[in-house]
């Protein structure tokens, strides 16, 4: 009697740039793959700051993954959440304790926030990392002008301040967004009200000496100079020491009186890193080989934020979408290699640089391209745009977003300034955190 083999069972833990990414490239592949998440949908986390400033809607930057796989048949999804490993019995264990057999597994689940231990950041400071984060933080920032309308006083005890934490794309984008905003939105909004809106205040603090750090002095010069302009107090050279319900204290002693922090200043491996049971390394990464493999699992690869993966220059490369995109690609390669027989199955990934692009605001972003091509303005701004609606998922979604982004240019108008849920700090879409591979700086 004949036996039939089996086909090679693939399992990939991450719905986020890094999962998909590998799952597509394995469309054409023998191999049954099971594409485990514990949301059902794939978040755009660059334009998760947007959501958050009333620009574009949740729909707009979510995309359901079953919708995204429905022509690919060799793929599962699994809406679970991932426990453990059993090595020895090659299973991924999910909460409930049901199990998923793989000959192959792709871990790539991402990141969350780090607040480095600071005291009061986990209780009062605003995420913006997942798709509920950003839906809270439009919540709170819309209420803190609507808390204002009701009682102006708040407005002396720093209602309407909102300080941002971390200089880097996600930061700047979220300051200048915030700016644009107050200054163009809200104070239409409120005209006429019993709330000041020029007494609004948006403070970016950064730690380093000058934002933007991996960028070139001269596109860092430009952000800092814009958002000055545009009425963003920059604070670098310090960091927080401590925060409180309405008081934020620097290190350098300093106390900004303001009711809304908004942390955007550093990510960690997400826990599932722990619960491979493997070495780790600085923020949680997971240590792997220069081909993406674990050293003591060769069955087994870490792609995206939560892998430790050498730049070759002593440091790591950064945990941005395309380091996710590149490294699904390559292990998906790697595996349908060592299924089909064929082809170096060890091949180490090499990183293709594109490039690093934040965007100010209208008409203002930093590009900065292969072969030391640097754009600032809205030559910068045009090329930001063009390249996030490329990458967005979904024909629905780019039309969508397209759609939002000219009428905003034409009016000035946003039409997202919605407080959703019973209060303003909270958010009606899932509370548990979205799986994704990248923080939402950098699609190039």
């Given at each position: 009697?004949?036996?039939?083999n089996?086909?090679?069972?693939v ?12 799952a ?7 191999v ?11 978040t ?6 947007q ?10 930057v979510?995309y ?22 059993d090595?020895s019995?090659g299973?991924?264990?999910?909460s ?8 192959h597994l792709?871990?790539?689940?991402g990141a ?43 407005v002396d005890?720093?209602g309407?301040?909102?300080v ?24 239409r ?19 380093t000496d000058?934002?933007?750090p ?7 010069r430009?952000?800092r ?8 107090a ?16 620097l290190a350098?002693?300093d ?6 922090l908004?942390?955007?200043a ?13 070495p ?5 990464r ?8 674990l ?20 440091g ?9 995109i590149?490294?699904g690609?390559h ?18 990934f ?5 490039g690093?692009m934040?965007t100010?605001g ?6 900065e ?5 640097r754009?600032?303005g ?11 609606l490329?990458?967005?998922m ?9 759609v ?9 108008d946003r ?11 909270e958010?009606t ?13 950098d699609?190039?």
């Amino acid at each position: 009697m004949a036996v039939v083999n089996a086909r090679t069972k693939v399992v990939i833990v991450g719905a986020g740039f890094g999962g998909l990414a590998a799952a597509q490239e394995l469309k054409g592949a023998p191999v049954d793959i099971t594409l485990i998440d514990r949301n059902n949908f794939h978040t755009f986390q660059p334009l998760l700051y947007q959501v958050a400033t009333s620009g574009l809607t949740p729909a707009d930057v979510a995309y359901p993954v079953r919708g995204i796989f429905q022509r690919q048949p060799n793929l599962q999804f699994r809406r679970a959440t991932v426990d453990a490993v059993d090595w020895s019995a090659g299973e991924v264990v999910l909460s409930g304790g049901d199990r998923q057999a793989f000959d192959h597994l792709v871990v790539a689940a991402g990141a969350t926030v780090n607040d480095f231990g600071i005291p009061g950041v986990a209780q009062h400071g605003l995420p913006l990392y997942v798709l509920p984060d950003a839906v809270r933080l439009r919540n709170h920032i819309l209420g803190r002008f609507e808390a204002a309308d009701v009682d102006p006083t708040v407005v002396d005890d720093g209602g309407l301040t909102f300080v941002v934490v971390g200089g880097g794309p996600t930061g700047v984008e979220l300051a200048g967004a915030l700016a644009e905003l107050i200054d163009k939105v809200l104070h239409r909004d409120f005209r006429g009200s019993r709330v000041d809106v020029r007494r609004a205040r948006v403070v970016l603090v950064e730690m380093t000496d000058d934002l933007l750090p991996p960028f070139h002095p001269r596109s860092r010069r430009y952000a800092r100079s814009t958002l000055v302009r545009r009425g963003v107090a920059v604070r670098t050279g310090t960091s927080v020491a401590e925060v409180s319900a309405t008081r934020i204290v620097l290190a350098d002693g300093d106390e900004i009186p303001a009711h809304t922090l908004v942390w955007a200043a550093g990510v960690k491996a997400n826990p599932v890193a722990a619960a491979l049971g493997v070495p780790t390394g600085r923020g949680g990464r997971v240590t792997v080989e220069a081909d993406l493999r674990l050293a003591d699992h060769p069955e087994a690869f870490v792609v995206g934020d939560m892998a430790a993966i050498d730049d070759g220059s002593g440091g790591l490369l950064p945990g941005v979408a395309q380091v996710a995109i590149q490294g699904g690609r390559h292990v998906a390669r790697l595996i349908e290699r060592s299924v089909i027989g064929e082809g170096d199955i060890h091949e180490p990934f090499r990183y293709w640089d594109k490039g690093n692009m934040a965007t100010i605001g209208r008409r203002s972003a930093v590009a900065e391209l292969p072969h030391n091509l640097r754009l600032t303005g809205t030559l910068a701004w045009v090329s930001w745009l063009g390249l996030h609606l490329v990458y967005l998922m979904g024909f629905r979604n780019r039309i969508s977003v397209f759609v939002n982004w000219a009428w905003n240019y034409l009016t000035w108008d946003r039409g997202a300034r919605l407080i959703l849920g019973s209060g303003e700090g909270e958010a009606t879409t899932p509370a548990d955190p979205t799986v994704d591979d990248a923080p939402p700086p950098d699609v190039a």
